[in-house]
């Protein structure tokens, strides 16, 4: 008889277990507090738009590939590497396209950064150095217990020691002079949820991931596609999806749990649990641990808050490109206060995906969907969004001024979220998008673990596991957890 897998959640972390255990032979059952499935990786149509809710790139193209041979399921979506990789337009006008080919790149910056291509494979040697080193001995282990792990990061080439101790904006400080430069290759630190000034310099090697790795790229249909494809999939070889639940509670006999409670007081029944929802959160709000209590909770160091806006216009907007990124005139003073001071927002660094660029069925015929991503303090630090579309307002009338085109009369459509949505609808503490945040207290073994403490069957995936926040990383979280389920 199948042993039977419920997993609460459908984020990518949780729709991924559930091919490789399906592949092992388990039953698999999803329940979903949201009526359709995705987490953070979703999708809102609206107006005849359609606008990815969440990420809207990925890197590491090879994980999705190899995972999906590791399960025995053709690839179910198609995408293509992207070229520009990105533009970042500044706020005196100045834009730079960042391609993977280094000297086209550094005829980009020949002005203000000499001998640009040479600091540029200095830089990207020590950050491939650094991805190679670390990568499958520590971000892609499970470790037991903390002794596994220190002794794991005693095998890492101890060159690297000083790099942790720095942060990412001093990393890339010490290869390039150009402040330009040195903000355009600061940016991923951003999509780790925290900025360059408390992101960890070992994770510049997320820079040789995007000019030298893979890149990267673009989902055909738009990235919710990855989601359908992968519940087309699931469906095909059985696995049950119930959406509208909201696991509440649990039922347990010794240290196993027999049933999962919802809201409702229904009761569902496994042989093994996986919990795709926040792993932090889930352990105090669900099980009431006591070191995951709200008062403990507000002690870990969070991710930042995201403002997100959709909006659908009804004309073209040509000169953008797929992924743009738009900077103040004060980087180093925004950044360094955005986590905590909701007053930095006067002057927003912004990303504007264009989803219709490469995916024209995502908008109507001559128009454009437009996502728009600001980084924000969570509800840690501004509870109180009542003047959000003053904030939006100041967003789109810079984005406006920057093109060269007041987009606010071609407005169709428009809906924003606040840390108040993203908290509601995905059980995010305090409205942090991506979870934890990656300090050194809250990498690897230091995580929350993916294996429950006291219950022998209940296991977690996702950002706020190991190895953490991020597209590759839910796949390469489901992998982990997996081979500790199987």
Same mark, same amino acid.
């Given at each position: 008889?199948?042993?039977?897998?419920?997993?609460?959640?459908?984020?990518?972390?949780?729709?991924?277990?559930?091919?490789?255990?399906?592949?092992?032979?388990?039953?698999?059952?999803?329940?979903?507090?949201?009526?359709?499935?995705?987490?953070?990786?979703?999708?809102?149509?609206?107006?005849?738009?359609?606008?990815?809710?969440?990420?809207?790139?990925?890197?590491?193209?090879?994980?999705?590939?190899?995972?999906?041979?590791?399960?025995?399921?053709?690839?179910?979506?198609?995408?293509?590497?992207?070229?520009?990789?990105?533009?970042?337009?500044?706020?005196?006008?100045?834009?730079?396209?960042?391609?993977?080919?280094?000297?086209?790149?550094?005829?980009?910056?020949?002005?203000?950064?000499?001998?640009?291509?040479?600091?540029?494979?200095?830089?990207?040697?020590?950050?491939?150095?650094?991805?190679?080193?670390?990568?499958?001995?520590?971000?892609?282990?499970?470790?037991?217990?903390?002794?596994?792990?220190?002794? =794991?990061?005693?095998?890492?080439?101890?060159? @690297?020691?000083?790099?942790?101790?720095?942060?990412?904006?001093?990393?890339?400080?010490?290869?390039?002079?150009?402040?330009?430069?040195?903000?355009?290759?600061?940016?991923?630190?951003?999509?780790?949820?925290?900025?360059?000034?408390?992101?960890?310099?070992?994770?510049?090697?997320?820079?040789?991931?995007?000019?030298?790795?893979?890149?990267?790229?673009?989902?055909?249909?738009?990235?919710?596609?990855?989601?359908?494809?992968?519940?087309?999939?699931? =469906?095909?070889?059985?696995?049950?999806?119930?959406?509208?639940?909201?696991?509440?509670?649990?039922? @347990?006999?010794?240290?196993?749990?027999?049933?999962?409670?919802?809201?409702?007081?229904?009761?569902?029944?496994?042989?093994?649990?996986?919990?795709?929802?926040?792993?932090?959160?889930?352990?105090?709000?669900?099980?009431?641990?006591?070191?995951?209590?709200?008062?403990?909770?507000?002690?870990?160091?969070?991710?930042?808050?995201?403002?997100?806006?959709?909006?659908?216009?009804?004309?073209?907007?040509?000169?953008?490109?797929?992924?743009?990124?738009?900077?103040?005139?004060?980087?180093?003073?925004?950044?360094?206060?955005?986590?905590?001071?909701?007053?930095?927002?006067?002057?927003?660094?912004?990303?504007?995906?264009?989803?219709?660029?490469?995916?024209?069925? /995502?908008?109507?015929?001559? /128009?454009?969907?437009?996502?728009?991503?600001?980084?924000?303090?969570?509800?840690?630090?501004?509870?109180?969004?009542?003047?959000?579309?003053?904030?939006?307002?100041?967003?789109?009338?810079?984005?406006?001024?920057?093109?060269?085109?007041?987009?606010?009369?071609?407005?169709?459509?428009?809906?924003?979220?606040?840390?108040?949505?993203?908290?509601?609808?995905?059980?995010?503490?305090?409205?942090?998008?991506?979870?934890?945040?990656?300090?050194?207290?809250?990498?690897?073994?230091?995580?929350?673990?993916?294996?429950?403490?006291?219950?022998?069957?209940?296991?977690?995936?996702?950002?706020?596991?190991?190895?953490?926040?991020?597209?590759?990383?839910?796949?390469?979280?489901?992998?982990?957890?997996?081979?500790?389920?199987?």
């Amino acid at each position: 008889m199948k042993k039977k897998v419920i997993i609460t959640g459908t984020g990518l972390g949780g729709l991924s277990s559930g091919l490789l255990l399906q592949s092992k032979g388990f039953e698999v059952q999803f329940i979903e507090k949201n009526n359709q499935p995705g987490g953070r990786l979703n999708r809102l149509e609206k107006d005849g738009f359609i606008f990815d809710t969440g990420p809207s790139f990925f890197s590491m193209s090879y994980v999705f590939t190899d995972f999906m041979k590791l399960c025995g399921v053709e690839m179910p979506f198609r995408f293509i590497e992207l070229d520009p990789l990105y533009s970042v337009h500044f706020a005196g006008g100045k834009s730079y396209k960042l391609h993977k080919d280094i000297g086209k790149l550094a005829e980009s910056f020949k002005d203000i950064e000499p001998d640009f291509e040479v600091k540029m494979e200095k830089y990207l040697k020590k950050c491939g150095a650094l991805f190679h080193d670390t990568f499958d001995v520590v971000i892609r282990n499970n470790f037991d217990n903390y002794l596994e792990y220190f002794v =794991t990061l005693m095998k890492v080439n101890p060159e @690297h020691i000083p790099v942790l101790m720095r942060t990412f904006w001093q990393q890339v400080n010490k290869y390039f002079d150009s402040q330009d430069a040195r903000q355009i290759l600061s940016l991923v630190a951003f999509f780790l949820g925290r900025t360059p000034f408390d992101t960890m310099g070992i994770y510049s090697l997320l820079s040789y991931t995007e000019f030298r790795h893979d890149g990267y790229h673009n989902v055909e249909g738009g990235m919710y596609r990855i989601v359908q494809g992968m519940v087309e999939a699931l =469906t095909e070889r059985g696995a049950t999806f119930l959406y509208n639940t909201e696991i509440t509670s649990v039922e @347990h006999a010794g240290d196993k749990i027999t049933h999962l409670i919802d809201s409702k007081g229904n009761c569902y029944e496994a042989d093994v649990f996986l919990i795709n929802a926040d792993a932090a959160q889930f352990r105090g709000k669900v099980l009431h641990r006591k070191k995951y209590s709200d008062s403990r909770l507000r002690k870990m160091e969070w991710t930042m808050g995201y403002l997100t806006i959709y909006v659908g216009v009804d004309r073209k907007l040509p000169d953008l490109d797929l992924h743009n990124y738009f900077l103040g005139s004060n980087f180093e003073e925004y950044g360094q206060n955005v986590l905590r001071n909701p007053d930095s927002l006067q002057k927003p660094y912004y990303y504007v995906n264009v989803v219709s660029k490469h995916n024209p069925d /995502c908008a109507p015929e001559g /128009c454009e969907s437009l996502f728009i991503v600001c980084p924000v303090p969570s509800l840690l630090y501004k509870s109180d969004w009542s003047n959000r579309d003053e904030i939006v307002n100041s967003i789109l009338n810079d984005f406006s001024n920057r093109i060269g085109i007041d987009i606010m009369p071609h407005i169709i459509t428009r809906t924003v979220y606040t840390p108040k949505e993203w908290e509601k609808q995905f059980n995010l503490y305090m409205g942090s998008g991506l979870g934890l945040s990656h300090k050194l207290g809250q990498i690897g073994a230091l995580r929350p673990k993916n294996y429950d403490e006291e219950f022998k069957n209940l296991y977690y995936v996702g950002a706020s596991t190991t190895p953490g926040a991020g597209l590759p990383m839910a796949v390469i979280s489901a992998e982990m957890v997996c081979k500790r389920i199987i």
